[in-house]
T-cell receptor, first 117, second 111 residues
Framework: DAGVTQSPTHLIKTRGQQVTLRCSPK?????VSWYQQALGQGPQFIFQ???????QRGNFPDRFSGHQFPNYSSELNVNALLLGDSALYLC????????????????FGAGSRLTVL | QKEVEQNSGPLSVPEGAIASLNCTYS??????FFWYRQYSGKSPELIMS????GDKEDGRFTAQLNKASQYVSLLIRDSQPSDSATYLC???????????FGKGTRLHILP
């Protein structure tokens, strides 16, 4: 049973550049959430995708955008990179119907570590 | 007030003792609560979920929930060096179905 896979695992960009991170959810999951985790901090919610639409969004600027594909995989795009965007970007998948039962357990991928120079 | 608050630690506990980790949350209507463990350089992994007031036990782990006090805790009995990690408290917000994490508590088990 494949878990959540993310790519790339590490990448280095310079200020002003754009980056795309990719995520394939756990088999059977249909919802993808993205989190940003700065060093020494907890994961911060960026947004959540279900049925190819953004359902929820955290306090992140429009430079952060995403997409979900028909096969449930997802991309996170960040434009005009800032030094402060350096972080571990975590993708987590879940099953949407379990949200309403409250049992919305997230399964995380290994993350993509972004360094902005 | 932050939505999910945890003491960042580090919390140092002797091997074999009980480690107690605490978390408070602000969304009074929240019904689902989670504890994740995160080893350095790794991604979070779920260790416990709890939805009802009271205690829930799973092996050496016990989660405790008090919705009236908006308080969640995690007890780790017979602490092992392998329990040394950051423990993240997470809450499914009632108002908008987002799962929000605290900053995490670093736990260090002393051999």
């Amino acid at each position: 049973d494949a878990g959540v896979t993310q790519s790339p695992t590490h990448l280095i960009k310079t200020r002003g550049q754009q980056v795309t991170l990719r995520c394939s959810p756990k088999s059977g999951h249909d919802t993808v959430s993205w989190y940003q985790q700065a060093l020494g901090q907890g994961p911060q919610f960026i947004f959540q995708y279900y049925e190819e639409e953004e359902r929820q969004r955290g306090n992140f600027p429009d430079r952060f955008s995403g997409h979900q594909f028909p096969n449930y995989s997802s991309e996170l795009n960040v434009n005009a990179l800032l030094l402060g965007d350096s972080a571990l970007y975590l993708c987590a998948s879940s099953l949407f119907e379990r949200v309403f039962s409250g049992a919305n357990v997230l399964t995380f991928g290994a993350g993509s570590r972004l360094t902005v120079l | 007030q932050k939505e999910v608050e945890q003491n960042s630690g580090p919390l140092s506990v002797p091997e074999g003792a009980i480690a107690s980790l605490n978390c408070t949350y602000s969304d009074r209507g929240s019904q689902s609560f989670f504890w994740y463990r995160q080893y350095s350089g790794k991604s979070p992994e779920l260790i416990m979920s709890i939805y009802s007031n009271g205690d829930k036990e799973d092996g050496r782990f016990t989660a405790q929930l008090n919705k009236a006090s908006q308080y969640v805790s995690l007890l780790i009995r017979d602490s092992q060096p392998s329990d040394s990690a950051t423990y993240l408290c997470a809450v499914l917000l009632n108002r908008d179905d987002k799962i929000i994490f605290g900053k995490g508590t670093r736990l260090h088990i002393l051999p």
